[in-house]
């Protein structure tokens, strides 16, 4: 197999992969999974008098009133958002802010001719804050659909030229970000570059960024569990059901990271790499998760050994889910 027929494989595997879970990910998301129990349930009522039609009415009805007094997506955040902490010191000098996408709402900023963004807006936010502290930094804003003019002139009235921003505009997903970023920007082992993100998808974007080679000082922003909310604001079925598929996504997209090998950790956490980063000293030459002083050279382990690693660490998070207390968040 030659170069251009390998890079025609590896492009088909990873649109596989990405509409294979799309597809997935659109049966189990909380909403049409409810949706999906509902039509059974009613259906059942309707032929079979006798199954357990209401049964299943009775399970959705419950779920939906669960989600709707109780903070659920919270519980659930907290051990995401918790597990990067914000760094107390940042170096006095780094190489670039790195910045994950899916903050622009393209249609609407075209039509309107200005900036419009979604709830993931404090990335764009705290990464100016960061541009303006290090003047000499680069800045990469990744994902597709994010060169968007508007972005563009937004961070250029800030001050940021041309040569300083830069845009990975392909990726899809969270793997790819971290893959064809390192690509695009070929970091040297000893640039300190920060990552800007959600927190609760701070762990999983800093697994496969230590995939890739690539050791980054996580910035976690967008803190959603500590939301003080009252029992009337609560009171949103929609929304309640929205904020706990971006959640569950996250924790389905951790475990499926760690089983296809994007990932050498099923829960990311801070490592004595980046603690030393953070006092801007040299990244140490060995991988972050690993002994190995090559972080492209590690052997995938099999699938199978994969999963069954998954057993003891699944089986403690379940344990933890109900043991878990929340604790207030230091800023």
């Given at each position: 197999?030659?170069?251009?027929?390998?890079?025609?494989?590896?492009?088909?595997?990873?649109?596989?992969m990405h509409?294979?879970?799309?597809?997935?990910?659109?049966?189990?998301?909380?909403?049409?999974?409810?949706?999906?129990?509902?039509?059974?349930?009613?259906?059942?009522?309707?032929?079979?008098?006798?199954?357990?039609?209401?049964?299943?009415?009775?399970?959705?009805?419950?779920?939906?009133?669960?989600?709707?007094?109780?903070?659920?997506?919270?519980?659930?955040?907290?051990?995401?958002?918790?597990?990067?902490?914000?760094?107390?010191?940042?170096?006095?000098?780094?190489?670039?802010?790195?910045?994950?996408?899916?903050?622009?709402?393209?249609?609407?900023?075209?039509?309107?001719?200005?900036?419009?963004?979604?709830?993931?807006?404090?990335?764009?936010?705290?990464?100016?804050?960061?541009?303006?502290?290090?003047?000499?930094?680069?800045?990469?804003?990744?994902?597709?659909?994010?060169?968007?003019?508007?972005?563009?002139?937004?961070?250029?009235?800030?001050?940021?030229?041309r040569g300083?921003?830069?845009?990975?505009?392909?990726?899809?997903?969270?793997?790819?970000?971290?893959?064809?970023?390192?690509?695009?920007?070929?970091?040297?082992?000893?640039?300190?570059?920060?990552?800007?993100?959600?927190?609760?998808?701070?762990?999983?974007?800093?697994?496969?960024?230590?995939?890739?080679?690539?050791?980054?000082?996580?910035?976690?922003?967008?803190?959603?569990?500590?939301?003080?909310?009252?029992?009337?604001?609560?009171?949103?079925?929609?929304?309640?059901?929205?904020?706990?598929?971006?959640?569950?996504?996250?924790?389905?997209?951790?475990?499926?990271?760690?089983?296809l090998d994007?990932?050498?950790?099923?829960?990311?956490?801070?490592?004595?790499?980046?603690?030393?980063?953070?006092?801007?000293?040299?990244?140490?030459?060995?991988?972050?998760?690993?002994?190995?002083?090559?972080?492209?050279?590690?052997?995938?382990?099999?699938?199978?050994?994969?999963?069954?690693?998954?057993?003891?660490?699944?089986?403690?998070?379940?344990?933890?889910?109900?043991?878990?207390?929340?604790?207030?968040?230091?800023?």
């Open positions: 197999m030659n170069q251009v027929e390998t890079n025609e494989y590896w492009v088909r595997t990873l649109d596989l509409d294979i879970f799309q597809l997935f990910w659109f049966i189990v998301r909380p909403g049409n999974l409810l949706l999906i129990v509902l039509l059974v349930g009613t259906v059942l009522l309707w032929v079979r008098p006798d199954a357990n039609g209401r049964l299943w009415l009775t399970a959705v009805s419950g779920v939906l009133l669960l989600v709707t007094l109780l903070p659920v997506h919270g519980w659930i955040a907290q051990p995401l958002e918790q597990r990067f902490p914000l760094p107390q010191t940042l170096p006095e000098a780094i190489d670039g802010i790195i910045v994950l996408g899916g903050i622009v709402q393209n249609e609407t900023a075209s039509a309107s001719g200005t900036l419009a963004v979604n709830d993931n807006a404090e990335r764009i936010m705290v990464s100016a804050g960061l541009v303006l502290r290090y003047p000499q930094a680069r800045l990469l804003v990744t994902g597709r659909n994010e060169r968007h003019r508007t972005l563009i002139a937004w961070f250029e009235a800030l001050g940021l030229g300083r921003l830069a845009f990975e505009a392909e990726s899809r997903n969270t793997f790819e970000n971290a893959l064809f970023s390192e690509r695009m920007i070929k970091p040297k082992p000893d640039e300190i570059w920060i990552l800007v993100t959600s927190a609760k998808h701070m762990p999983r974007a800093v697994g496969v960024f230590r995939k890739v080679g690539w050791p980054v000082l996580p910035y976690p922003v967008d803190f959603r569990s500590l939301d003080d909310e009252s029992l009337t604001d609560r009171l949103n079925v929609a929304s309640n059901l929205v904020r706990l598929a971006n959640v569950i996504k996250e924790w389905i997209g951790l475990i499926a990271y760690y089983a994007r990932s050498d950790e099923i829960f990311p956490g801070p490592v004595i790499d980046e603690a030393k980063r953070s006092q801007n000293t040299p990244a140490m030459k060995a991988c972050p998760w690993t002994r190995s002083t090559d972080c492209r050279s590690r052997a995938s382990r099999p699938l199978g050994v994969r999963l069954q690693a998954m057993i003891p660490l699944l089986s403690g998070f379940y344990v933890a889910s109900f043991q878990f207390s929340p604790k207030p968040l230091q800023r």
